[in-house]
């Protein structure tokens, strides 16, 4: 059992990026009144949490398949919805940032 995480900043700049960004596409979403203009949204939100799971599989590259790891990995909602927990790699970047004191000087 890994006690230390590695360094999971790539991860946690990328999450930000997403969230950033999910609220801008969600409204694009709502907005979209064609089949057309509904897949091009969902395709540059499945092509957001693609890059966070390529920036996990990077950091995390010594004992994780980075290709397996941008195929698979998905930040999930920055908000929980009831019923649901936090996405795996949003509870990583947590513990990563409660090892290292925050992180958060990294994301600036």
Same mark, same amino acid.
């Given at each position: 059992? @890994?006690?230390t995480l590695p360094d999971l900043s790539r991860t946690a700049k990328a999450l930000a990026f997403y969230d950033e960004q999910e609220p801008v596409l969600n409204a694009q979403l709502d907005a979209a009144v064609t089949n057309k203009q509904v897949e091009l949204v969902l395709a540059r939100m499945e092509k957001l949490g693609?890059? @966070?799971g390529a920036a996990f599989g990077?950091?995390?590259k010594a004992f994780n398949n980075p290709v397996t790891?941008?195929?698979t990995v998905r930040p999930g909602p920055a908000v929980l919805q009831p019923g649901f927990e936090q996405s795996f790699v949003r509870k990583m970047v947590?513990?990563?940032?409660e090892q290292t004191g925050g992180g958060d000087a990294l994301l600036r």
């Amino acid at each position: 059992m @890994v006690t230390t995480l590695p360094d999971l900043s790539r991860t946690a700049k990328a999450l930000a990026f997403y969230d950033e960004q999910e609220p801008v596409l969600n409204a694009q979403l709502d907005a979209a009144v064609t089949n057309k203009q509904v897949e091009l949204v969902l395709a540059r939100m499945e092509k957001l949490g693609e890059l @966070v799971g390529a920036a996990f599989g990077e950091d995390t590259k010594a004992f994780n398949n980075p290709v397996t790891c941008r195929k698979t990995v998905r930040p999930g909602p920055a908000v929980l919805q009831p019923g649901f927990e936090q996405s795996f790699v949003r509870k990583m970047v947590a513990k990563w940032r409660e090892q290292t004191g925050g992180g958060d000087a990294l994301l600036r």
